[in-house]
Nanobody
Framework: QLQLVESGGGLVQPGGSLRLSCAAS????????IGWFRQAPGKEREGVSS????????NYAVSVKGRFTISRDNAKNTVYLQMNSLKPEDTAVYFC???????????????WGQGTQVTVSS
């Protein structure tokens, strides 16, 4: 069974950091571009960052550029999202997804995890 599982979410104060992980089971990630998305209550799911299958190319939403870093370890079948200088507006459920192309467009992705909650609050 193909599965993506996110972990690493939690409650953090403004200015703090979290590292999210996206682990795959049932398939290997090294053939896929991976995207991170987030969805806040009452809002649409938005692309945060993506990374190519090789890890050689990345892109970021303007709102997170300079604060978030995406990386992957294909040997561990895992993709990471390092989030620094977190703001209350970063509060959302964060999802990872696997697809064929580097994109922040959600319909480019075929496989999705269940999400992990990130809450930024004092």
């Amino acid at each position: 069974q193909l599965q993506l599982v996110e972990s690493g979410g939690g409650l953090v104060q403004p200015g703090g950091s979290l590292r999210l992980s996206c682990a795959a089971s049932g398939f290997t990630l090294d053939h896929y571009a991976i995207g991170w998305f987030r969805q806040a209550p009452g809002k649409e799911r938005e692309g945060v960052s993506s990374i190519s299958s090789s890890g050689g190319s990345t892109n970021y939403a303007v709102s997170v550029k300079g604060r978030f870093t995406i990386s992957r370890d294909n040997a561990k079948n895992t993709v990471y999202l390092q989030m620094n200088s977190l703001k209350p507006e970063d509060t959302a459920v964060y999802f990872c997804a696997a697809g064929g192309a580097l994109s922040l467009y959600r319909f480019s992705y075929d496989y999705w995890g269940q999400g992990t909650q990130v809450t930024v609050s004092s």
